[in-house]
């Protein structure tokens, strides 16, 4: 099946780059240079991945991510951008980004960034049920089929939301660091990517729990990090 991708860039020498090298893999991809016609197309348009400038002209591609998550979409997203300090890279991945690389970066490296972000979606779009399910007190995860259930009813989460929320639900009780949680469910062992985790949680949070300011699913363990409550809880 033929993968659509997105790619809102606004320069041409970057765009030309990339995009005979995932042609040449197989994509089929979209090019827009100009940001709020990207994000028009990206919510009109069905795609498989959407590789976004940071810094586009017109609405900055770090608005085009925030504006689609908070809209429920779950496409994943790999942002680029030319600026290296640690907060912009941390600010990316808050904002819902599935994975970050600065310019100047390697082809290579890219299209070995595009290549597992879809496999890991198409992993979550086939499995079939396996009996793989984790249930605690109205929240069901159907690991199988990549689905969440919250007092029954159908919750929309990006893949990374996924990725943390079935990791910390396979260890209930265990209490974990941000930076355990880091190294587990992204892949980093920096320090100043705390925020990213906190900003997961809550969007987590707001999105499994019947009320978000007073969590029964996700605690937090003050000075320590978070856990799963295991109250009612149990693999199926």
């Known amino acids: 099946m033929n993968r659509r991708i997105l790619l809102i860039e606004d320069n041409d020498a970057v765009s030309g780059l990339i995009y005979p090298q995932l042609v040449d893999l197989g994509f089929s991809l979209t090019v827009e240079q100009d940001a709020d ?14 590789i976004l400038d940071g810094m ?5 591609g770090l ?17 680029l951008s030319a600026r290296v300090s640690e907060f912009d890279r941390v600010l990316g991945l808050e904002m819902g980004a599935d994975d970050y690389l600065t310019k100047p970066f390697s082809v290579m490296e890219l299209c070995a960034r595009v290549k597992a972000l879809i496999r890991r979606a198409d992993m979550g ?19 199988g089929r990549h689905e969440v259930l919250a007092q029954g009813a159908p919750v929309a989460l990006t893949a990374k939301e996924f990725d943390l929320l079935t990791f910390m639900a396979r260890h209930p009780g265990r209490v974990f660091t941000r930076a355990q949680l880091l190294e587990q469910v992204w892949g980093y062992r920096h320090d100043g990517y705390d925020h990213t985790v906190n900003s997961h949680i809550n969007r987590l949070r707001n999105k499994i729990e019947p009320d978000p300011s007073n969590p029964q699913h996700i605690l937090t363990v003050w000075s320590v990090g978070y856990k799963f409550s295991g109250l009612g809880s149990h693999a199926a």
């Not at 586009?56 to 900055?60: L, M, Y």
């Not at 779009?125 to 690991?143: F, K, V």
């Open 37 to 50: 016609a990207g994000l028009d197309r990206a919510e009109a348009e069905s795609f498989d991945l959407l």
């Open 56 to 60: 586009s002209a017109g609405t900055q």
């Open 63 to 79: 608005d085009i991510c925030r504006a689609l998550r908070a809209r429920g979409s779950c496409v994943p997203i790999l942002m």
């Open 125 to 143: 779009a086939s499995r079939t049920p396996a009996g793989d399910r984790i249930q605690a007190a109205g929240l069901c995860i159907d690991i």
